[in-house]
């Protein structure tokens, strides 16, 4: 094949590296100083990457925050207790009842043993730190590799002075702060790590053709998978970029190999873990990497044939091949779609390609908020200066067009589109948006500074460039200009740094288990109730006691009163959250016969009429009547709107809504108090109005505690009575047939 | 207190010369614990002698926390001597023998758990909680008594019902007198019950485990890990937040705080259990004179009868506090009971964490010596071997009852302290020898 390979380069005149002549005048002025400069403000752009993490630690505490944390937490603690075989052996009981999980398969288990890792090399130094503190400081520790990494991707892409400055805006850059922050211990926290250098590594396989860089792209992309769902946008990325690449002329054997060589290893790879398995073979999500590697090798068999070929042979045989290999390669994904060995694409695929998907046909999707589409606010308050400076960043690439320019291009572009769809892949547009910032920066600072302190120079220079190759220079801009522009620009760069210091304090530091909240003299006020709550749990239920609440609070039930739950965030089973939906949402006669069916012992409401916490259950109410909707026709949306269709608790709410579980739980007795003396009794301070039934009776269910600020209601579902108790007097003296005791 | 060894002396018939001339018997029911004070003055109406004997019976026993004879404000040695007839003989030795026809006053306290029984057993949210007490009306003893009174501190006036023979027995308030009895033969008994409301705290500790952890660089640092509950009578039925933030409405016999005496020197305070901080402690302000300083320990959630919860709480101190040296032999003496007020507890497990290398140490507490404990050695941060710790176990405890003090002592010098910095040394010298060695040689 040495042949094949030689034939290939010579006949093709591949795109010409431009970036290797530029390479060599860098390295020259890479001097000793430098290095060292370079290394300590890489180092500090480190500890400021994992220092600004800490905010959360220092307003609150280390702990574990929000909902998928405390599973992911959960999980760790049992395979550093139990070991890797016990993890992957896991049934667990505790969730899901009655259903149980299978939760060794159908997790990615890269964050779990990760920590694992760091924590057993700890303990082996006799550093004794519990697992929880190396979760809750996973993240931060993870943010600093990313920048590491990042500056190396840069610095392939384009130069160093570049990838410092990318190393510094994705260390604080607030869109990556808010999943990463100590405490917030979720996949996205190591995977854009991984994310990175997948792409970093896949670069650098192109561009030299070497198979060493392609096995640690693959080794890496291995550590992704192993790590996120979100791999998924890596291998359609790939695919995506080899499309563009050839349509730009730009195929080379380079990217022969470095593609085919990772797809095939790719898969292979990820075939190993238990959560994928044969889905990298069978799923739509995988598809179009596999079609991209079939087309790559007809695509380069063309290209050895038309070396040997005269033009008008090779047109017409080429015209055969491509139809031959369509049909073939149509039938096939038919064939294998029609008899169901490939998959079609799930919900949130087909979300991504089609916004309004999920509001349509899967309402558990979209009922979540990280599902939303995205504001233009977000863009600017997660990005900042980077939000303008992409597109320049873009233009600075297309500029100087090579194969590592073109995939970030192609990373940018694709990201832009997708983090519009999807509010939580606001992620990946981070580390993109970084570079080509950076990209953008580092030009404008390399060319305006270089001008404004040595202007003689800079002129000969670009007198020299202009004989050479007649290119554009900033000739007539005058130096106070460029003063002042260069001033512009840093002073733009202080305010990220301002703006993503007071994000990480202010925005993204709150565990959202512990609130915050500002008393009348701007002093701080604690509001515990969910801690409180889930301690009471913990120490005064039985320990194979079943919670009943929607499935927002499973995580934290399951992690933090360590009892069993019927549905979490792990939404597998939508039957089953429609069942605990209409429970929610049913007369209490009937949520206490779907209750008795699911052995439920206590029910549990998030309630923040009375404190004014806005993210309550009554907000989320209308979601579970329309999750419970699915189940049967027992529930009907239009019952619980008011007469003029709105969505309200106060007087002239629809009967159903007034009537339910969910409003029985939270409004039981609060229409006996007051928030203040002026308000009216049940006065609800999120809602802003009176409630409409304060009249309410429990027959089935008792309250069974009652956080201080009535954030976390909890009621006992009480056992049935032994006998119908004795009717009341005012029953007709001949009972009817119902009630005549059976002889 | 264990294992005290068989000092068997059947010298209970020879002692009984002894005859109480007066006995003054104080019995404080106003708290969950039952503390009681007896006065006796004896006489001695046979040859000097230097022991007294008194009786405790078989069933009270293991709910005695403290039990402690003083003359003259000076605690005497008490020993068991026998059981018999369902009773528990104890030897008090004098420190002095009494001559013929001389008198001797001595101060018995007794502290006993686990004495009231909530009745009845369930209550609900609103409603005060009662107890019942029995005892005996007179005051168990071999030895004939003159004349006795017996005064019962109630912690309400509300008494539902009280035993009212043998006459006479006055209440008044929140007391109650029982007699005075005149000429009560030896060993005589009759039954005393008071049921009364007591709606204090019945806190009690299910476990406690107490670490204490000795770094020769000047520090002592103390966790105490508990698992609380509200002994008394069992919640009923529902708890509404409504009426318990309602004035009057609340519950009378729940408990949110426990209130914890520390060492005034003590920094660092925090408060948590298993799922984090808890913010609501308070530090109070120091108390001189004590040198303690009264800390809050505000829990989640109130603890209502049969209501558990479990946290933890720790601090600092200064070494110099609580370790004195002499060359190489350090003492370190610290309280050995748990620092928090009127808090009963059942099983308690004291772990004291001395550094690496130190050989099995000689414990006392409250003076004697103890030999009936674990050694483990425990690795941690900059240890090699591990350090040692020892376990001393205790399930016959109330920690409030208990002023003993902790005496541990061990062999550390100046030059062992040495071992941390060396390991640090070592291991940053191979750090940086091997940056040096990859970017020299290999680089």
């Known amino acids: ?347 949130r695929f087909w979300t991504l390609l089609d916004p309004t998907y999920a509001k349509i046909h899967i309402p558990i999707i979209a009922s979540v908020s990280e599902h939303q589409p995205t504001t233009w606010s977000t863009y600017f308050f997660d990005l900042h200066v980077l939000a303008y400076l992409i597109p320049v960043g873009v233009y600075f690439c297309m500029k100087r067009l090579t194969d590592a320019t073109l995939f970030i291009i192609v990373y940018v572009m694709s990201t832009v589109y997708f983090s519009g769809v999807m509010v939580r892949l606001m992620l990946v547009l981070a580390p993109a948006a970084c570079i080509t910032g950076s990209i953008a920066a580092s030009e404008i600072l390399d060319s305006f500074l270089e001008a404004c302190i040595y202007p003689k120079k800079e002129a000969t220079k670009q007198k020299k460039q202009k004989k050479q190759d007649g290119e554009e220079t900033y000739e007539m801009i005058g130096t106070g200009f460029r003063w002042a522009f260069l001033v512009g620009l840093i002073w733009t760069i202080l305010t990220y740094v301002m703006h993503s210091t007071w994000a990480a304090s202010e925005a993204y530091s709150s565990p959202s288990i512990i609130l915050q909240m500002r008393g009348h003299n701007g002093e701080r006020i604690i509001f515990d109730d969910f801690r409180e709550a889930y301690q009471w749990l913990r120490t005064n239920t039985d320990r194979d006691a079943k919670i009943m609440s929607w499935w927002d609070y499973g995580y934290q039930i399951t992690g933090m009163s360590n009892r069993t739950v019927l549905v979490d965030n792990n939404t597998w089973n939508n039957t089953h959250i429609a069942t605990v939906g209409k429970a929610m949402a049913s007369r209490e006669d009937v949520s206490y016969q779907i209750m008795k069916k699911m052995d439920v012992e206590f029910a549990l409401v998030i309630f923040g009429g009375m404190a004014g916490y806005s993210s309550d259950d009554i907000n989320k109410f209308l979601w579970m009547v329309r999750i419970g909707g699915t189940l049967d026709n027992d529930i009907n949306e239009a019952d619980y709107l008011s007469q003029n269709g709105e969505y309200t608790m106060a007087a002239g709410g629809g009967q159903a809504m007034l009537n339910s579980l969910m409003y029985k739980m939270c409004y039981y007795r609060f229409g006996e108090d007051k928030i203040s003396p002026q308000a009216p009794t049940g006065y609800d301070r999120v809602r802003n109005y009176e409630i409409g039934n304060k009249d309410i009776k429990l027959t089935h269910i008792e309250e069974a505690f009652t956080t201080e600020h009535w954030i976390i209601r909890i009621y006992r579902v009480k056992k049935e009575q032994n006998r119908k108790p004795t009717p009341p007097p005012e029953t007709p003296l001949i009972p009817s047939f119902a009630t005549v005791p059976k002889q | 207190m264990r294992s005290l060894g068989l000092v068997v002396c059947c010298l209970a018939t020879a002692a009984s010369g002894w005859l109480n001339s007066n006995v003054e018997r104080k019995l404080d029911l106003s708290n969950a614990i039952v503390r009681s004070t007896t006065t006796v003055t004896a006489f001695n109406n046979e040859e000097a002698t230097d022991e007294y004997l008194f009786v405790v019976p078989e069933s009270n026993v293991t709910r005695i926390a403290k039990l402690s004879v003083k003359v003259d404000k000076q605690e005497i040695p008490i020993t068991e001597t026998s059981r018999k007839g369902g009773n528990v003989y104890y030897t008090a030795k004098l420190k002095t023998k009494i001559a013929n026809k001389a008198s001797v006053t001595l101060k018995l306290r007794r502290s006993m758990v686990n004495s009231l029984r909530p009745f009845p057993p369930v209550v609900k949210q609103g409603e005060s909680q009662f107890v019942d007490y029995n005892d005996n009306v007179y005051f168990l003893s071999p030895y004939a008594t003159g004349k006795q009174t017996t005064t019962a501190k109630l912690a309400s006036g509300t008494v539902e019902s009280y035993s009212k023979v043998p006459p006479p027995v006055i209440q008044r308030g929140d007391t109650i007198v029982f007699g005075e009895y005149k000429e009560v033969e030896p060993m005589k008994q009759g039954p005393l019950r008071v049921h009364f409301m007591n709606n204090k705290p019945f806190m009690k500790a299910v476990t406690l485990r107490r670490v204490i952890e000795v770094s020769m660089w000047g520090n002592l640092a103390v966790e105490e890990w508990y698992a609380i509950e509200n002994h008394g009578a069992k919640l009923k039925g529902t708890f509404s937040r409504l009426d318990y933030k309602r004035p009057g409405h609340s519950a009378p016999s729940s408990f949110t705080s426990l209130h914890a005496h520390l060492p005034q020197a003590a920094t660092d305070i925090y408060f948590r259990d298993d799922i984090g901080n808890i913010s609501t402690s308070t530090v109070g302000h120091a108390d001189r004179s004590s040198k303690t300083r009264e800390v809050i320990f505000t829990q989640r959630f109130p603890l209502f009868g049969g209501w558990k919860t479990r946290f933890y709480f720790g601090y600092n101190l200064p070494l110099e506090h609580a370790l004195t040296h002499n060359g190489a032999e350090n003492k370190l003496t610290v309280p050995f009971a748990s620092p928090v007020k009127d808090l009963w507890v059942d099983d308690m497990v004291v772990e004291v964490i001395l550094p690496e290398g130190v050989p099995v140490p000689e414990v006392k507490v409250g003076g004697k010596v103890i030999t009936d404990f674990d050694v483990e050695y425990r690795s941690t941060y900059l240890d090699y071997s591990g350090r040692t710790v020892i376990v001393l176990k205790d399930s016959t405890l109330a920690s409030p009852e208990r002023s003993e003090e902790l005496q541990v002592t061990f062999k550390f010098g100046t030059k062992d302290l040495l071992w941390e910095p060396i390991y640090l040394m070592v291991a940053f010298m191979t750090l940086f020898s091997s940056i040096i060695f990859f970017s020299r040689v290999l680089g």
């Open chain 1, 1 to 347: 094949s040495y042949s094949f390979c030689t034939l290939l380069d010579t006949h093709k005149k591949m795109v010409q590296d431009t970036q290797d002549g530029r390479k060599v005048e860098e390295e020259k002025e890479d001097d000793e100083s430098e290095h060292l400069m370079r290394f300590w403000t890489l180092a500090l752009i480190f500890m400021v990457a994992v220092a600004v993490r800490l905010f959360s630690v220092l307003r609150y505490e280390a702990i574990i925050h929000e909902f998928d944390p405390w599973f992911n937490y959960r999980t760790t603690a049992k395979l550093v207790d139990d070991g890797i075989y016990e993890f992957y052996s896991w049934f667990d009981v505790d969730v899901w009842y009655p259903l149980g999980r299978i939760v060794g398969g159908t997790i990615y288990p890269g964050l779990m043993v990760t920590s694992m890792i760091l924590s057993k090399l700890l303990h082996l130094v006799n550093f004794t730190v519990s697992t929880r503190v190396v979760c809750v400081f996973l993240a931060p520790l993870f943010a600093g590799n990313t920048t590491l990494i990042t500056y190396w991707f840069a610095k392939e892409v384009w130069n160093k002075r570049a990838g410092l400055l990318a190393a510094f805006f994705i260390a604080i850059v607030p869109s990556y702060i808010s999943r990463s922050v100590a405490g917030s211990y979720d996949n996205e926290g190591v995977a854009i790590f991984a994310l990175v250098s997948v792409f970093a590594t896949f670069v650098k396989a192109v561009k030299t053709g070497s198979m060493a860089w392609v096995f640690t792209s693959v080794l890496t992309y291995y550590y992704m998978v192993n790590a996120w769902g979100g791999y998924i946008f890596i291998i359609n990325l790939l695919p995506l970029y080899v499309i563009v690449m050839v349509l730009t002329g730009r195929y080379s054997l380079r990217l022969h190999v470095a593609y085919s060589s990772f797809y095939a290893l790719a898969t292979l790879m990820c075939m190993q873990i238990h959560f994928v398995g044969f889905q990298a073979v069978q799923t739509g999500e995988h598809m179009a990497a596999a079609g991209v590697f079939f087309a790559l090798q007809l695509y380069g068999f063309s290209e050895f044939l038309r070396g040997h070929l005269s033009s008008e042979m090779f047109t017409q045989l080429i015209t055969i091949l491509a139809a031959l290999a369509g049909s073939v390669g149509l039938g096939a994904v038919t064939v294998g779609v029609a008899t169901g060995y490939i998959a079609p694409w799930t919900g």
